[in-house]
């Protein structure tokens, strides 16, 4: 499907005003963080986002603002591209408007009841839990850094996309702001090349989507039965952590594993269960998991039960072993935190 100018320039400017926003966001988030590798580079990259409007906006002009005045004097048409008039056609989506005219046509109503469907299963991925960013967002420290600049090479690509579309004279027109998408896709590179944070939180996101397998959010019954075990008992605020305590040596591997095995149900539930870890480790989780699968056809044999209580076991040593030598002051602090926001 094709993409006319103005609706090239529109996608444009929206892109821009998001990048400007995440640019804010990464000046607070590395205020005090002194000790992030790639200074130099964050600051480069911070330097091209605070000359995007720039880029965009330095051509334009209004010879004539002595006759008619300022473009936001006057009537919005369509062609228009000044950032008022882009910004007040973007705030109508409700409207049908005829800009020619300057009157709304007719009321469309976009309200939630007109949906044929209503989500009766949550998917930690729609809801962002188990994706790239979140992924990101868990990483100690610089966390927060991390998943915006990821955010920020994201929203390039937006840009790119309307920007760079076609070969013409508009890709002619911003041939400062296509140099400047370049440069910081550039220094994106650069800093996913200082760590190995972006590449484990793709693997593990990557593994998660096998684990969880296809999630049905309009008919809970059509999910299979790690589906529902994994969402149900929330799992989702477990696995973030694994950024911290695995390697990117074993997240690769337990992707590996989730391809090879992502058709096989048990294996599905022992790897979830690996990745929750220590953090699964109470009696009445495990007694829901095994009365969720008693009669499971092939959760329920001997053999899958053995190496699942076996799994709980080793999950609850782990949470043993961390708390041992732990005051009671101390235990109730750190157990706050780790189900903090669930």
């Not at 939180?201 to 684990?211: G, I, P, T, V």
Request: net charge negative.
């Amino acid at each position: 499907m094709g993409l006319s100018d103005q609706e090239r320039i529109d996608g444009i400017y929206h892109s821009i005003h998001r990048l400007s926003g995440l640019r804010h966001q990464l000046i607070a988030a590395n205020r005090d963080q002194y000790y992030m590798t790639g200074l130099e580079t964050l600051a480069g990259l911070e330097t091209e986002l605070a000359g995007l409007w720039h880029c965009l906006l330095a051509e334009q002009t209004n010879g004539m603002h002595w006759i008619f005045g300022s473009d936001s004097d006057g009537l919005i048409r369509q062609e228009n591209q000044s950032p008022w008039a882009v910004a007040i056609q973007g705030q109508m989506p409700l409207v049908d408007y005829d800009w020619e005219m300057g009157n709304p046509i007719e009321w469309q109503d976009n309200s939630l009841s007109t949906m044929s469907k209503e989500k009766v299963f949550f998917d930690p991925f729609d809801n962002g839990f188990l994706m790239i960013p979140a992924l990101l967002r868990a990483v100690q420290y610089n966390g927060q850094s991390c998943e915006i600049i990821f955010l920020i090479y994201r929203e390039l690509e937006t840009l790119i996309y309307y920007l760079r579309r076609y070969k013409d004279e508009l890709l002619l027109k911003f041939a400062d702001l296509n140099k400047s998408i370049s440069t910081m896709q550039g220094g994106c590179f650069s800093i996913f090349c200082m760590s190995d944070d972006y590449s484990k939180a793709y693997a593990l996101h990557s593994a998660c989507k096998l684990l969880y397998g296809t999630i049905n959010s309009f008919d809970k019954e059509a999910n299979d039965a790690v589906t529902q075990w994994a969402v149900n008992q929330c799992l989702h605020h477990s696995i973030p952590s694994v950024m911290n305590e695995w390697s990117l040596k074993d997240v690769a591997a337990l992707h590996l594993e989730a391809v090879y095995h992502k058709d096989d149900l048990l294996e599905r539930l022992l790897s979830i269960m690996r990745l929750a870890g220590k953090r699964y480790h109470h009696k009445h989780e495990y007694d829901e998991l095994c009365k969720s699968i008693k009669d499971h056809p092939v959760l329920s044999k001997p053999e899958a039960k053995s190496r699942i209580e076996t799994q709980f076991k080793v999950c609850s040593e782990a949470y043993k072993q961390e708390h041992k030598d732990t005051s009671p002051e101390e235990f109730q602090e750190m157990h706050t935190d780790i189900y903090r926001g669930c």
